[in-house]
């Protein structure tokens, strides 16, 4: 099963906003509220930062929020801070062969 | 809190067998399914499978032939077995536990397993 389509890379200044696609099909994205985000810095294991489409788990800021439209999610980034710089990635939940599929990933770079 | 630790040999010859095992602590490890998730080197995330205490297993159909998972409730502990491995399997392999909504809030830190003579 192909993954989940996301921009190789998104770039922006401090404090602006950013949001970040997650394109999939009607058996994943547009099927399931079960869209997850996932922050990545180099050399570290992945946090997750959204669940269930929009809830953020204890501890991740509040600039960061998650919707879905059809069979596209999208992660925003508001107010962009350095520390934000890292790659991320979005999963969903499958009805295929696999109970998850991951996105291939989007290099977020603040400018 | 919740931690999980992977170990395991960080060279494995090609053809051979890579086995991984993930040592958890901070909640029982009962009622939970558990993950194998990897990344190549500059790559993305690729989920392996999951495994339960009751023996209930589910993997990636693309590794399904090779891979083998279980649970060791009296040792906290994950495995992981890989057969066959060739260049193709080098990666950083993580263990996480999976929540509702195939979520992904625990991770260990990863360990690099390269496979090469």
């Known amino acids: 099963q192909s993954a989940l389509t996301q921009p190789a890379s998104v770039s922006g200044p401090p404090r602006q906003s950013i949001t970040i696609s997650c394109t999939g099909t009607?058996?994943?994205?547009?099927?399931?509220?079960?869209v997850s985000w996932y922050q990545q810095h180099p050399g570290k294991a992945p946090k997750l930062m959204i669940y269930?489409?929009?809830n953020r788990p204890s501890g991740v800021p509040d600039r960061f929020s998650g919707s879905k439209s059809g069979n596209t999610a999208s992660l925003t980034i508001s107010g962009l801070q350095p520390e934000d710089e890292a790659d991320y990635y979005c999963?969903?939940?499958?009805?295929?062969?696999?109970?998850?599929?991951f996105g291939g990933g989007t290099k977020v770079t603040v400018l | 809190q919740v931690q999980l630790q992977e170990s395991g040999p960080g060279l494995v010859r090609p053809s051979e067998t890579l086995s991984l095992t993930c040592t958890f602590s901070?909640?029982?490890?009962?009622?939970?399914?558990w993950s194998w998730i990897r990344q190549p080197p500059g790559k993305g995330l690729e989920w392996i499978g999951y495994?339960?205490?009751?023996?209930?297993?589910n993997y990636a159909p693309s590794l399904k032939s090779r891979v083998t998972m279980s649970v060791d409730t009296s040792k906290n502990q994950l495995s992981l077995k890989l057969t066959s491995v060739t260049a193709a399997d080098t990666a950083v392999y993580y263990c996480?536990?999976?929540?509702?909504?195939?979520?992904?809030?625990?991770w260990g830190q990863g360990t690099l397993v390269t496979v090469s003579s």
């Open positions: 996480a536990r999976r929540e509702h909504g195939e979520r992904f809030e625990y």
């Open positions: 901070g909640w029982p490890i009962s009622n939970y399914y």
């Open positions: 495994s339960h205490e009751s023996g209930r297993t």
């Open positions: 009607s058996s994943d994205v547009g099927g399931y509220n079960y």
């Open positions: 269930e489409v929009g």
């Open positions: 999963s969903s939940y499958t009805s295929t062969s696999t109970p998850v599929i």
